[in-house]
Nanobody, 127 residues
Framework: QVQLVESGGGLVQAGGSLRLSCAAS????????MGWFRQAPGKEHEFVAG????????NIADSVKGRFTISRDNAKNTVYLQMNSLKPEDTAVYYC????????????????????WGQGTQVTVSS
């Protein structure tokens, strides 16, 4: 499996922005569709955004649509999550995840399909 390391989390005021990065190593990054999930205290993991191997297809959860965008740079083995207009309810640990895909323009939204996970980065949004 690919190894994933997230960075960019922190404390931000409501309405602010953060950009999360996830650096991959160990396997061919372009063979993996990538996603971001989050887990708030006492809640289940929630799909946030996903991007296909090519970068041409993205899925964004309704709860963050219009505020968050996902992108990837296959030359840098990195996937990003740009988070704007942050709200206190966005507070969570954010996880980067990857799943191998034989389909170039597909990304799953199901946690069960993702076999590689980072350690998570905390995002806290104050009101």
């Amino acid at each position: 499996q690919v190894q994933l390391v997230e960075s960019g989390g922190g404390l931000v005021q409501a309405g602010g922005s953060l950009r999360l990065s996830c650096a991959a190593s160990g396997r061919t990054f372009s063979n993996y569709a990538m996603g971001w999930f989050r887990q708030a205290p006492g809640k289940e993991h929630e799909f946030v955004a996903g991007i296909s191997r090519s970068g041409a297809v993205t899925n964004i959860a309704d709860s963050v649509k219009g505020r968050f965008t996902i992108s990837r740079d296959n030359a840098k083995n990195t996937v990003y999550l740009q988070m704007n207009s942050l709200k206190p309810e966005d507070t969570a640990v954010y996880y980067c995840a990857g799943h191998q895909s034989g389909v170039y323009n597909y990304v799953s939204t199901s946690r069960a399909d993702f076999g590689s996970w980072g350690q998570g980065t905390q995002v806290t949004v104050s009101s």
